[in-house]
């Protein structure tokens, strides 16, 4: 059974700093791209950032860059997402996700996703 699991989400507040992790368990993902997304109350669900398992290319949503890094430890099958400078429109339960075409649009697997909180 494939999992992947969030962890370290919380409530900070405007200025602070986060590091959410996503562990992947029941196969191999040395392949995958792995990606995290986030949800706020009444948006749609949005990419903030992502990295191909292999060569460890990025992509960072605009509105993150320069204050959001993703990381990979292969040995530990996960996927970090260092969160900086948090503002209140960071809010959002955030999500890790995985697939096996870099392409795709689509995510083969999800977590169930880790709640971050800013205040101002």
């Known amino acids: 059974q494939v999992q992947l699991v969030e962890s370290g989400g919380g409530l900070v507040q405007a200025g602070e700093s986060l590091r959410l992790s996503c562990v992947a368990s029941g196969r191999t993902f040395s392949s995958y791209t792995r990606g995290w997304f986030r949800q706020a109350p009444g948006k749609e669900r949005e990419i903030v950032s992502r990295?191909?398992?292999?060569?460890?290319?990025?992509y960072y949503a605009d509105s993150v860059k320069g204050r959001f890094t993703i990381s990979r430890d292969n040995a530990k099958n996960t996927v970090y997402l260092q969160m900086n400078s948090l503002t209140p429109e960071d809010t959002a339960v955030y999500y890790c996700a995985a697939k096996r075409n870099y392409y795709s649009v689509l995510y083969d697997y999800w977590g169930q996703g880790t709640q971050v909180t800013v205040s101002s």
């Open positions: 990295i191909r398992w292999g060569d460890g290319i990025t």
